[in-house]
DNA sequence: TTGTAGGCGTTATCAA
DNA sequence: TTGATAACGCCTACAA
């Protein structure tokens, strides 16, 4: 590993370490071209490598971050990572990703561990329960970007999609269908996005005469969401559309239809809240709505590194557009 | 941030550096109860908190390894980091996920990174292409681990599954139910487990007598794979059965099944040779060979912490079993 | 039982 | 133009 140190290559080629430094770090201005010569003759000769942890002490910067995803298993997450991850890398910054499961335990044990080895800043999927915790590193001035999610009790600038209006106009194009039993299954209310979803739904319905719809919300863990599903369809005036929360409500939905054996755009008009792969390619496709996530992670990352390399700078909310793609599974004329 | 420091610490408490720091490595034998309460006390009010970049230049161990991942969007991918996460979690070791995309010049750049910073070992989905750095990590006895692929040029320890048994099982199963035209596809066969896999499909077929498999083998990029199945299924004779090679090359399957209106399960029986967290949700439900993702990551992590723990720690390949599980896109009987 | 001193590999300051 | 020297914060002999 690693063993030649500067001071190997300063003996070598005669010099002091001082001026091995000024080399590595490119500061020609004031050197020979001898020295200069010298020195990266002999840094290739003995295959010298700088030692990050070392620089890191001495400058108070490691040019490393971290991110605190939601939830690995959530395609959303996992595609915003990587767009923070690929501009990281391009500018020489090292992710550490960690997965809190959404669970604020492990969002705080995470965060004091990521302080604790002096990332230069922070990308966090709020879980919202920390509250002490984010103001913390409010009041340290730490580098820190919410994402997917804001937490209102703590300024920190996040990046969000519009979830309300999104949410509105998918409810919308429900409503143009004719249809009138229109359900919501989320999970729990416990972020911000989830409740901005609901409040759009709530909006969109009450804006179009539908108010009766307080039997249509399903807000439930993931695990019991089945068990939901099949209450709701056993009522008298069952849902004829649904708009799934995300990807992994999805995937119950999936589950519900098979055990019952009904028909997607069929028996009910479906449509999700998140980015499907294969949203296209199942039969019927599936009507999303689409977050630019690559685009939220890409931000998040240059945000980020420029709050780092300049204390000052102020970073405000950011809110993307989703794009509502209609696709089979909502497209029937329901009347 | 955490700009308290051992030696405000020793200050407060009237003691010296050292004595702070023994009390921080629990190291309480030869200190008296006062000054253990004292330094205790102190800690607590000052809100003092360990600098790991100094220890780590000082232990020259920073208690991160560096997993680098074939391609994040692959499932396979993501369960098998998660469990490393998880595992190195618990035991308070950091984990910096790299993304290579297959890519071997990013997978250069992220081993090297990675020793530069030091990290205490590395879990790899090895390109395969970077010989000669895997044997530089092989020559400074340096703790890594491969996974999913074995490079058999280099001796570094694998964690794989049983591809070849396992494809010559499903293969079996086709065979049994009266398929004769049984097609393989697959990404380029740049890495040991899509070798393996092929390899597997060429022995069940021969011993099976089924020789005339050349035109069924279609191994090519993924964007590719499109027009090889338009083509392979407007032969003469036309596969019955297909067996995709991962989960990305089902998604391109899926994409032919929708272009060319056809029903799979009834048009041609398939199987896919990975995890889908919704294989039995679609309809009909998908063939697969399940890998044991989540197990193998966690044996990676244990296997790699106990090596880094104890450098003469022997560590050999680890084979996994997978399961065929049999559904409704391949139980047909073909006769 | 506690303290002193030196070093881990860099970088920064200032003098030469 | 280059070189001493002193940090950075922690750990570890060894000394007291």
């Not at 003759?41 to 620089?55: C, D, I, S, T």
């Not at 080895?117 to 409010?138: A, H, M, S, W």
């Not at 994402?147 to 979830?163: G, H, L, Q, S």
Request: proline share 4%; net charge neutral.
């Amino acid at each position: 590993m690693a063993r030649i140190t500067m001071a190997d290559v300063a003996k070598a080629a005669g010099v002091s370490k001082s001026t091995v430094s000024q080399f590595l770090n490119q500061r020609y201005e004031y050197m020979s071209e001898e020295t200069r010569k010298k020195i990266e003759l002999e840094v290739k000769r003995l295959g010298y490598q700088p030692n990050f942890v070392a620089r890191s002490l001495k400058q108070k910067r490691t040019a490393m971050v971290g991110v605190i995803m939601a939830n690995i298993m959530h395609r959303f997450s996992t595609e915003v990572s990587r767009a923070i991850e690929d501009y990281c890398n391009i500018n020489n910054v090292h992710v550490i990703l960690c997965n809190a499961d959404d669970n604020p335990h492990k969002e705080k044990k995470y965060i004091d561990m990521l302080l604790l080895r002096q990332v230069d800043g922070l990308i966090v999927f709020p879980t919202g329960e920390n509250v002490e915790t984010y103001q913390k590193l409010v009041d340290e001035r730490y580098p820190v970007i919410f994402m997917d999610r804001k937490v209102t009790a703590v300024d920190i600038p996040a990046i969000m999609v519009n979830n309300k209006a999104s949410t509105y106009q998918v409810i919308e194009h429900f409503i143009a269908n004719q249809h009138k039993r229109i359900a919501i299954l989320t999970e729990p209310l416990t972020i911000s996005t989830r409740k901005s979803r609901l409040e759009g739904y709530r909006e969109s319905m009450t804006a179009h005469g539908l108010t009766n719809y307080q039997d249509l919300i399903i807000s439930a863990p993931i695990d019991s969401l089945l068990a939901h599903l099949e209450q709701i369809f056993q009522a008298e005036q069952p849902p004829t559309a649904l708009l799934a929360g995300n990807d992994l409500v999805f995937l119950e939905v999936l589950k519900f239809v098979k055990t019952e054996q009904l028909k997607i755009g069929v028996d009910f008009s479906l449509a999700v809240f998140d980015n499907l792969p294969f949203a296209d390619l199942l039969d019927p496709a599936i009507t999303t709505i689409a977050q630019p996530s690559y685009q939220m992670g890409q931000q998040a990352a240059k945000l980020l590194l420029k709050r780092i390399n300049n204390k000052n700078e102020k970073i405000t909310d950011s809110i993307h557009e989703c794009e509502l793609i209609i696709r089979g599974s909502s497209n029937r004329y329901w009347a």
